[in-house]
């Protein structure tokens, strides 16, 4: 680290009482010493750090960092404000803060480095060194390690009377860990270390595999095997989760990993006390469940169902994408054709599209299961699945369709997690995967839905299916309006999704009105990436270098149906873009829904277009929304100023108005 950080680095009197001030200010310094080649690029790529997760630590730690295209070598600066500044830790606000400057390719012996320092920051004698540090060249000396700091004094040996030898210890309990953060750089480490240290205090035998940037090592599949209990805390995937199957777990946020380690390990001993083999409820899964344990039942609702959606998707697209193949190939007769494992001629046209418009069909009858099943993986994890794709198959049986199947999911997932609670004994909890729980699950499950809400539901989808076919004019204007508004009110966020959700679940059982409403649907997302796009080339001069740049990507994205792209616009300047983006959508969706434009693929925007329904007026509905939201962001940023702080062309930009580069998700 000796290059990392000098006393060139180090500010013990910060003057700043923001986080963006305090990012700024430490990032002039890096780009005095030439460490930092884009002052305000590199802070956007900070903020968009920042976004996905707070970075303050409980006692008094904020460690803004990122990898970065503008940073030129690893670089750390270390800042000491007086009152202290909010980072998001529950303890309140940092007096030691920490910007680590990434390149985009650091090697993995620097990013070592960068772990060491994170969990030297668990050391209570080192923070308090470094808050009690008077020379900025001595603090850089202790933060590259070079001193040691003061260690607290040990109390006095007193005598005492001889002891007989000690007995046995006893065997100690333990514990395997994972700790990843979507950087991989400090609070990967930082939790590993936490996790370490309430293990010595509580008596627990842990070993840690932290998955970070540099690489990971892989646990000892022979301690893995000799562990009693895991605990993963992390905020992207685990990597090889299934090494640690058949051990109860605890599965959470890398943060609750840092600030509390001994309830987990608390929490890991009354589940194998228990004898839960599973993941607990609702944390199952690490692509939807990030393990807050302050997470109302709402959030992990939306969690669940977004679940199923998510691994429904893709059935949705490549059968969908395959039947609009099938109709644009061999016509819309094509679904009275004869099935093509009886009826195939190699040469004709019509049986490539019955076998294109079958593969689909086929793909589509997965839906519903696919929707049960995973929406209780998202609860309960494996067990989860057999009684959810029970569940979903009888959803179809009774024509219970799209809502039937977000009910059997529920209902299997929660059957599930009821019966983890058991406790049972030792020698069948080997069986209780396997063989128990989807027996007792899956009849539950088929006893409800055959004789108790199948029926019902079914009626309802009845009646929602028969809405959605009788659209119309006015009635069909509205719901285009209000698609519209929710799918650019934030831009990828629940409410964006529950509309997506809605259009989507409709293609389960695809009718005249459910196909305009994905029409309509993916017509609204594209417009407010293309709008901001649009804007920055009409009126550069209203957005900063950085913004600039991110409209060009925003061409590209808007068209692809990735709504996420407004988000830096958004980040920015959000009383102006998001009225704005919501104005086009409404506009579009509208359009979409009177033009009675009809799609069968649940993506792939404008490059899907050939199957489209009027492709034409379609194409109009975009352009109208698209002109709508870029004349009204031109006209709000006109009339207030930016309303960011920055000044125009080059001038360097104020802490509240970078724009973040927030990495683009479909």
């Excluded at 009693?228 to 109860?248: L, N, S, T």
């Excluded at 309509?520 to 901001?532: D, H, I, K, R």
């Amino acid at each position: 680290m000796s290059d990392m950080i000098t006393a060139d680095l180090v500010d013990l009197d910060l003057a700043a009482q923001t986080k963006e001030a305090a990012a700024r200010s430490l990032a002039e310094r890096m780009v005095a010493l030439g460490r930092v080649t884009d002052l305000d690029g590199f802070l956007a790529d900070v903020a968009a750090r920042e976004a996905q997760m707070p970075t303050g630590l409980d006692g008094g730690i904020g460690i803004p960092h990122c990898r970065s295209e503008h940073v030129t070598e690893p670089t750390l600066a270390f800042g000491r404000p007086a009152d202290g500044i909010d980072f998001g830790a529950p303890d309140g606000p940092a007096d030691l803060i920490f910007l680590i400057a990434a390149p985009a390719g650091a090697d993995d012996a620097h990013l070592t480095i960068l772990s060491a320092l994170a969990r030297r920051l668990m050391d209570p004698d080192f923070t308090a060194a470094l808050r009690a540090a008077t020379d900025p060249a001595a603090t850089a000396s202790l933060i590259r390690g070079d001193t040691a700091p003061p260690a607290a004094p040990e109390p006095a040996a007193t005598a005492t009377a001889e002891e007989p030898p000690p007995a046995a210890a006893p065997v100690p309990f333990r514990v395997v860990a994972v700790t990843s953060c979507p950087t991989g750089i400090a609070h990967t480490y930082m939790a590993a270390e936490a996790l370490e240290q309430a293990g010595q205090a509580e008596g627990v035998e842990i070993v840690v595999e932290p998955q970070g940037s540099a690489g990971f090592t892989r646990l000892d599949p022979a301690v893995i095997a000799a562990a009693d209990g895991v605990i993963f805390a992390h905020d992207v995937p685990v990597r090889e989760k299934e090494r640690f199957a058949g051990k109860p777990t605890v599965d959470v946020g890398v943060k609750a990993g840092i600030n509390r380690p001994a309830e987990l390990l608390a929490e890991v001993r009354d589940k194998a006390a228990r004898g839960e083999t599973t993941a607990p409820a609702g944390t199952g899964s690490p692509v939807e469940e990030a393990g807050g344990p302050g997470e109302g039942y709402g959030t992990k609702l939306r969690k669940w169902l977004m679940s199923g959606v998510s691994y429904m998707v893709p059935f949705v697209a490549a059968g969908g994408l395959l039947i609009a193949l099938g109709f644009a190939i061999g016509g819309y007769t094509i679904d009275k054709a004869p099935s093509v494992a009886e009826h195939f001629v190699w040469t004709d046209s019509t049986s490539w599209a019955a076998l294109l418009f079958q593969v689909g069909g086929l793909a589509f009858s997965f839906l519903v299961p696919v929707l049960a099943g995973y929406i209780a993986y998202g609860m309960a994890d494996r067990p989860g699945l057999v009684p959810g794709f029970v569940g979903g198959s009888i959803a179809l049986t009774i024509n219970a369709g799209f809502l039937g199947g977000l009910a059997a999911g529920l209902i299997a997932g929660g059957t599930v997690m009821a019966i983890q609670r058991v406790r049972v004994p030792a020698a069948l909890r080997g069986i209780m995967p396997v063989v128990v729980i989807p027996l007792i699950s899956s009849a539950v499950v088929g006893f409800l839905m055959f004789l108790v809400v199948g029926k019902p539901i079914a009626e309802l989808q009845k009646a929602l299916t028969d809405w959605l076919s009788g659209l119309s004019g006015a009635n069909a204007v509205i719901l285009g309006v209000v698609l519209g508004l929710m799918m650019c009110f934030d831009l990828g966020g629940p409410l964006n999704k529950v509309a997506y959700a809605f259009a989507v679940g409709g293609l389960a059982n695809p009718n005249d009105g459910s196909l305009k409403v994905m029409a309509a649907v993916m017509a609204a997302g594209m417009v407010p990436p293309l709008a901001m796009a649009l804007a920055t080339v009409v009126r550069g001069g209203l957005f900063n270098r950085t913004e600039r740049e991110n409209g060009k990507a925003a061409w590209v994205l808007g068209s692809s149906f990735i709504t996420e792209g407004a988000i830096p616009f958004a980040a920015a300047d959000p009383l102006r873009v998001i009225p704005s983006a919501m104005a086009g959508g409404a506009v579009t969706g509208a359009l979409s829904m009177l033009f009675e434009c009809t799609l069968r693929a649940p993506h792939g925007g404008i490059f899907v277009l050939p199957l489209i329904g009027n492709p034409a007026l379609y194409l109009i509905a975009i352009l109208a929304g698209t002109a709508v939201s870029a004349a009204l962001v031109i006209l709000l940023k006109g009339m207030g100023g930016r309303g960011d702080g920055k000044a125009v062309e080059g001038t360097p930009a104020t802490e509240s108005g970078t724009a973040p580069k927030v990495p683009a998700t479909v």
